[in-house]
């Protein structure tokens, strides 16, 4: 027969056990990131026009985060987590964003000029006139990107996906499409004057002249 002291016993251990459970963090079931220990800066989620160049952002978690006319020129974003961020006007020149998640962040008039995106996902991202001139994109998807009126002028985009995304009257002047994947994409009044389109992928892109590309498309 279980006595009355035992039985208080076994609860006061449950209790200082589901305690322990709650204070100690996430566990490895915990789906939950904590953006302080994913290195996000003081200011998250509102970082609008903070002065955060030169940062270390390495992994950082900043999805949803607005960073509107924030600074973050040569700052290290490093596989940050930046999706549904909003980077409108930002000035990310020759920051550091290999393998970052950038799935439909907004970057609409961002600077990005000699910045490095390589292997990033941009998928569904809002570029409208972002300034991406020397900026370094290979293997980056953009599938389904809005670049409208972007300037590109000697981007490299090389082995970049494309697909569905829409170029329209933008800048790809001297800009290198080595095997990259522009099928159905929309590249309407786009200069392409200078560009390599070497072994791109052209399967129903829409040329600058507005017909479809058969097989390719000129300047």
Do not use: Y
């Amino acid at each position: 027969m279980t006595t009355w002291p035992k039985v208080l016993a076994i609860a006061a251990v449950s209790v200082l056990a589901a305690g322990v459970a709650g204070c100690g963090g996430a566990t490895s079931t915990d789906t939950t990131i904590d953006a302080a220990t994913r290195g996000a800066p003081g200011c998250s989620p509102d970082c609008q026009g903070e002065d955060l160049a030169n940062t270390n952002l390495t992994n950082a978690d900043l999805r949803g985060a607005n960073l509107t006319n924030a600074n973050l020129t040569n700052a290290n974003l490093t596989g940050a987590w930046l999706n549904h961020a909003d980077l409108t006007n930002a000035d990310l020149t020759n920051a550091d964003l290999h393998g970052a998640f950038l799935v439909s962040t907004t970057l609409t008039d961002a600077t990005l000029t000699d910045a490095t995106l390589t292997d990033a996902t941009l998928t569904d991202a809002k570029l409208s006139r972002a300034k991406l001139q020397g900026t370094d994109l290979t293997g980056t998807n953009l599938s389904g990107a809005t670049l409208t009126e972007t300037n590109l002028l000697g981007a490299n985009l090389t082995r970049a996906n494309l697909t569905k995304a829409n170029l329209t009257k933008a800048n790809l002047t001297n800009t290198n499409l080595t095997g990259t994947n522009l099928s159905w994409a929309n590249l309407t009044n786009a200069n392409l004057t200078g560009t390599n389109l070497t072994n791109a992928n052209l399967t129903g892109t829409t040329c600058p002249d507005g017909r479809t590309a058969n097989p390719a498309c000129s300047a």
